[in-house]
């Protein structure tokens, strides 16, 4: 009998923790959900990521889908991207579908579009 997360038809790979706190650098890959508490600073390859409030992301991704109340930094490729938390200057972020809830703060923010290609 195979284990969860063992890659099998129908069973999800368990997701990956970076608990409040820890701090990664370097590469990060993972098959299942990765979830950030803490700080990753690098590349990562995931399927999704969430970065909760109190987590932070500084590099380059490659993801399925992003969830952020924390901290963006850096250039992120992926399907869909929801944000909600600090995207800071110069990052960028790629996504077919962008869903950005404002909070309200004394500053203002700044949201570029450009040029939509077609990767087909």
Same mark, same amino acid.
């Given at each position: 009998?195979?284990?969860?997360?063992?890659?099998?038809?129908?069973?999800?790979?368990?997701?990956?923790?970076?608990?409040?706190?820890?701090?990664?650098?370097?590469?990060?890959?993972?098959?299942?959900?990765?979830?950030?508490?803490?700080?990753?600073?690098?590349?990562?390859? /995931?399927?999704? %990521?969430? &970065? $909760?409030?109190?987590?932070?992301? !500084?590099?380059?991704?490659? *993801?399925?889908?992003?969830?952020?109340?924390?901290?963006?930094?850096?250039?992120?490729?992926?399907?869909?991207?929801?944000?909600?938390?600090?995207?800071?200057?110069?990052?960028?972020?790629? /996504?077919?579908? %962008?869903? &950005? $809830?404002?909070?309200?703060?004394? !500053?203002?923010?700044?949201? *570029?579009?450009?040029?939509?290609?077609?990767?087909?």
């Amino acid at each position: 009998m195979d284990k969860p997360g063992s890659g099998v038809a129908g069973v999800s790979p368990p997701s990956t923790w970076v608990e409040e706190g820890t701090l990664f650098k370097g590469r990060f890959s993972s098959r299942g959900p990765v979830v950030v508490l803490g700080k990753i600073e690098g590349d990562i390859t /995931a399927p999704s %990521l969430d &970065v $909760r409030r109190t987590g932070a992301v !500084c590099g380059t991704g490659r *993801l399925g889908e992003i969830r952020s109340e924390g901290e963006l930094s850096g250039e992120f490729d992926a399907e869909v991207a929801h944000l909600s938390g600090v995207v800071r200057d110069k990052t960028v972020v790629r /996504a077919r579908w %962008l869903h &950005v $809830r404002l909070s309200p703060t004394d !500053c203002k923010m700044q949201l *570029l579009f450009s040029e939509c290609k077609d990767e087909d």
